[in-house]
């Protein structure tokens, strides 16, 4: 519950900003000449872009979440029993060894949803962030193309 406290209040510091910076693009277009239009366009482009990134952030965690729940609702969430250092993080040899495995189930059933997001919990223990993102977003994508072909079948 911590954690999603603190997103939230992360998020409204950086809609806050976003919207300050949108407001001084938009005084520096009231101004009129030429320089400051210029200026201004290139401020509002900012708060366009931080608001993209923050709704491409949230999408892929509302949908990882909701894969989770899905899994976890099927008895298919990964237990987290690998071993710890002292500070914490999942001992590196352990967390290869899991990944080993993962990569394997994910490559006998290249088309299962649940196999890629094991891998990228996977991936996210060997330390490896950009690849489990990746892989996330794959699960996310097949998970949405089995729901497409679900709705679409004859009844």
């Known amino acids: 519950m911590r954690d999603r406290i603190v997103h939230a209040l992360l998020c409204?510091?950086?809609l806050v900003y976003l919207g300050l910076a949108g407001h001084r693009g938009?005084?520096?277009?009231q101004e009129g000449t030429p320089v400051t239009v210029g200026l201004g366009a290139a401020v509002l482009v900012l708060p366009l872009l931080g608001g993209w990134f923050l709704w491409r952030s949230l999408r892929f965690v509302m949908d990882a979440n909701r894969l989770a729940r899905e899994l976890d609702a099927e008895g298919g969430l990964p237990v987290?029993?690998?071993?710890?250092?002292?500070s914490g993080r999942v001992d590196?040899?352990?967390a290869d060894a899991a990944f080993a495995a993962r990569k394997a189930?994910?490559?006998e059933r290249p088309?299962?949803?649940?196999?890629?997001?094991r891998l990228a919990v996977a991936y996210h223990d060997?330390?490896?962030t950009p690849r489990a993102r990746r892989a996330m977003q794959h699960a996310i994508a097949l998970r949405a193309a089995a729901g497409t072909a679900r709705?679409?079948?004859p009844r």
């Open 12 to 14: 409204g510091a950086l």
């Open 26 to 29: 938009v005084l520096l277009i």
């Open 105 to 107: 189930e994910t490559e």
């Open 111 to 117: 088309d299962d949803w649940r196999c890629w997001f």
């Open 126 to 128: 060997a330390r490896d």
């Open 80 to 86: 987290d029993d690998l071993p710890r250092t002292p």
């Open 151 to 153: 709705e679409r079948a």
């Open 92 to 94: 590196r040899a352990a």
